[in-house]
């Protein structure tokens, strides 16, 4: 598995979008700390960014390049190749090009502008975020055959995470905004990786102190490490699922 | 050597094949022909173990190949369709193949050298033409000297040099036990290279005869002549 992960990934880092990705999380980073100044206002605008674009590029790019690489799939499936090491080799280049990508733009300027715990968070989030859109890129692609279906749906997933679920939430505060719902708001926002995220980040920095008593409520379970390490473990569970998954269906697929 | 027993393939509700039942053996060349939906390229992922059927069981020397994947070190497969990593050079997608095919000490480098694909070692294959992709899938499918070749349409991109290069490849490699799986639509170049032709129709084997034996029945020589002559019996008896 780890022989073909290794060709993947010597041919993705050479891949033009990758790099300008990469490019441009770098140029966006340093240009919130240029013009924000220091601290957790470019941090916000980092994580604002983060937030929209890692996910996208992701699932699109995962998508893509699953349907791209079909072929070539056909053809190591003609080899002694199990089909469980062949997906997984996906998998694995996938994730450590675009997690590449990401510690080149994302990690490293931030831990240089900014050495604290806040930009540990937030690069871990980014990371742990690609690692789960690669997983629901790859299971909407080895389900779904046709290659344009497969991509209006794993946009679809990207539009749900990152803006109709959080419409959701709203609609819902408003709603039962008379009842105490501080609680039951927190354990959804456990359904969606990117708000979770969010929520990680956020409590790291003074912002917290804005959201009123459910900030508080947050502040409470995410600044304790038990708070922190369930929502890493949550975080996971949203990587490995959808993940064992796709590996569970390519098994059983006809190429 | 391969064995396809009552092997039933359906996509949807639409049946690919149905019930083929065909025992492939040794120092056979088999011309895979029938026409478009046949299910030519689904018998030859089946057997590959790439398309899964829903009843019967493929053996391969015996055993049966449902979850296997070692069975394929014995076989050399060049697809009809060939695409690989965008920024991956030919030498690195050979020197990749034979790392991961590392148990197999057997060289054949035969049409690595006639096709000259060392020249092209430092190229990218995104830029390669079809045809000189066709070049290298042929190349690596000869690599390891399997014992069994399994090839899908493989003189459709070809030019007429390359095409007379793996035909006499594939004339040369006939014997010595190998067992060798041709499909395609262009009669012609099969004539020479196969000792048997396997006719699929809708789904069904219409026949799986020797050359000799329909050349005797029909009194034709050319294979193309061949298949209509007998396509013609057929439907008088009908």
């Not at chain 1, 959804?188 to 459910?214: C, H, K, W």
């Not at chain 2, 193949?97 to 694909?117: G, N, S, T, W």
């Amino acid at each position: 598995m780890f022989k073909i992960a290794k060709f993947i990934i010597s041919d993705l880092i050479k891949n033009w979008i990758i790099l300008l990705y990469a490019f441009f999380l770098l140029l966006a980073t340093i240009g919130f700390f240029l013009l924000q100044g220091q601290g957790d206002k470019a941090i916000l605008g980092v994580l604002n960014l983060t937030l929209m674009l890692v996910p996208m590029i992701t699932v699109i790019f995962s998508t893509i390049y699953y349907y791209n690489m079909y072929e070539f799939m056909v053809l190591l499936m003609a080899q002694p190749l199990k089909r469980g090491s062949i997906i997984g080799s996906f998998y694995l280049g996938l994730l450590v090009s675009l997690g590449l990508a990401i510690v080149a733009g994302l990690g490293l300027p931030l831990w240089l502008m900014h050495p604290h715990w806040v930009s540990l968070v937030l690069s871990g989030v980014a990371l742990l975020l690609s690692g789960i859109f690669i997983g629901l890129a790859l299971l909407v692609a080895v389900w779904v055959r046709d290659k344009a279906r497969g991509m209006g749906f794993a946009l679809f997933l990207w539009v749900y995470f990152v803006l109709i679920f959080d419409g959701l939430v709203l609609l819902m505060m408003y709603n039962f905004s008379d009842y105490p719902i501080e609680k039951v708001v927190l354990y959804i926002t456990f359904l969606n990786p990117v708000d979770l995220g969010r929520i990680m980040v956020l409590m790291q920095t003074e912002a917290a102190a804005l959201m009123g008593y459910s900030g508080a409520i947050f502040q409470q379970f995410f600044s304790e490490w038990w708070g922190l390490i369930a929502s890493l473990l949550i975080m996971l569970a949203w990587a490995f699922i959808p993940v064992a998954f796709s590996f569970r269906m390519f098994r059983d697929k006809d190429l | 050597m391969i064995k396809l027993d009552h092997i039933y393939k359906s996509f949807g509700r639409i049946p690919v094949l149905k019930d083929i039942f065909l025992d492939y053996g040794q120092n056979q060349a088999i011309g895979l022909i029938g026409p478009n939906g046949s299910g030519k390229s689904t018998l030859i992922k089946i057997i590959l173990g790439m398309v899964l059927p829903q009843k019967g069981e493929v053996t391969f020397d015996g055993k049966p190949i449902t979850g296997q994947s070692q069975y394929r070190r014995h076989i050399g497969y060049m697809p009809q369709m060939s695409r690989f990593p965008a920024n991956m050079t030919v030498s690195q997608l050979f020197h990749m193949m034979k790392k991961l095919r590392k148990d197999e000490k057997q060289r054949d480098l035969d049409l690595y050298h006639a096709f000259e694909i060392e020249q092209m070692g430092s190229k990218r294959l995104e830029i390669l033409s079809g045809g000189m992709k066709q070049k290298v899938s042929a190349a690596l499918a000869f690599l390891f000297d399997p014992k069994v070749l399994v090839l899908d349409e493989p003189t459709a991109g070809l030019d007429p040099i390359a095409n007379e290069i793996l035909k006499e490849k594939l004339q040369k490699s006939l014997g010595n036990d190998r067992l060798i799986l041709i499909s395609s639509h262009i009669l012609n170049d099969l004539d020479d290279i196969i000792t048997h032709v396997c006719y699929l129709m809708e789904g069904e084997v219409k026949f799986f005869k020797p050359l000799e034996q329909l050349r005797a029945e029909t009194a034709e020589n050319r294979l193309n002549r061949i298949i209509a002559q007998v396509l013609k019996q057929e439907k008088n008896h009908v």
